[in-house]
T-cell receptor, first 116, second 114 residues
Framework: AQKVTQAQTEISVVEKEDVTLDCVYE???????LFWYKQPPSGELVFLIRRNSFDEQNEISGRYSWNFQKSTSSFNFTITASQVVDSAVYFC?????????????FGTGTRLQVFP | KAGVTQTPRYLIKTRGQQVTLSCSPISGHRSVSWYQQTPGQGLQFLFEYFSETQRNKGNFPGRFSGRQFSNSRSEMNVSTLELGDSALYLC?????????????FGQGTRLTVV
């Protein structure tokens, strides 16, 4: 069964702290994509990153970095030197290619609050 | 480049009524998906349309339906509204619809059923 688990419901940090958001996934497929989305209070989901199952290289984009480990079925997201503007709900999602669909399976999200 | 536009942004309906929500995808995008977001169930997939055809459907009752027009705009309809249908309904569009494609989301329609 396809499933995405974000065990951290809510995380609170003080500005400039580093924070890691965990994501664990389950899939039977060998070919799949993983995503991270950010949902600010305005409601829309903002795309952050996509990673396919064949590319286990970690990625860094400014203060954001992602660690993909197939061995542990995890795709964790780290924000370095967090800022108040990072406060949002973050979702990890899985897309399987087997059925040629754009359907996303989302985790339950992690609410990040960054205090000044 | 305009993003995904959903209308209306807010809606209040009475139990038993029906409602139609609209989504205009990014120009050139042919795939449109709909999601329901509630505090209890999180983000759940409703359905997906590609080139006017429903390609995938989530586990929702038949009261939830949708369609896509030739210009890729999409509508979803909920009939005989129930209190539990109160949610944020999000529409997402993507270019190719081949799976694993980056999806762009609208700001959603917040539906309240009273």
């Amino acid at each position: 069964a396809q499933k995405v688990t974000q065990a951290q419901t809510e995380i609170s940090v003080v500005e400039k702290e580093d924070v890691t958001l965990d994501c664990v996934y389950e899939t039977r497929d060998t070919t799949y994509y993983l995503f991270w989305y950010k949902q600010p209070p305005s409601g829309e989901l903002v795309f952050l990153i996509r990673r396919n199952s064949f590319d286990e290289q970690n990625e860094i984009s400014g203060r954001y970095s992602w660690n993909f480990q197939k061995s542990t079925s995890s795709f964790n997201f780290t924000i370095t030197a967090s800022q108040v503007v990072d406060s949002a709900v973050y979702f990890c999602a899985l897309s399987e290619l087997l059925y040629n669909t754009d359907k996303l399976i989302f985790g339950t999200g992690t609410r990040l609050q960054v205090f000044p | 480049k305009a993003g995904v536009t959903q209308t209306p942004r807010y809606l209040i309906k009475t139990r038993g009524q029906q409602v139609t929500l609209s989504c205009s995808p990014i120009s050139g995008h042919r795939s449109v998906s709909w999601y329901q977001q509630t505090p209890g169930q999180g983000l759940q997939f409703l359905f997906e349309y590609f080139s006017e055809t429903q390609r995938n459907k989530g586990n929702f009752p038949g009261r939830f339906s949708g369609r896509q027009f030739s210009n890729s705009r999409s509508e979803m309809n909920v009939s005989t509204l129930e209190l539990g249908d109160s949610a944020l309904y999000l529409c997402a569009s993507s270019r190719e619809g081949q799976g694993g494609t980056e999806a762009f989301f609208g700001q959603g329609t917040r539906l309240t059923v009273v």
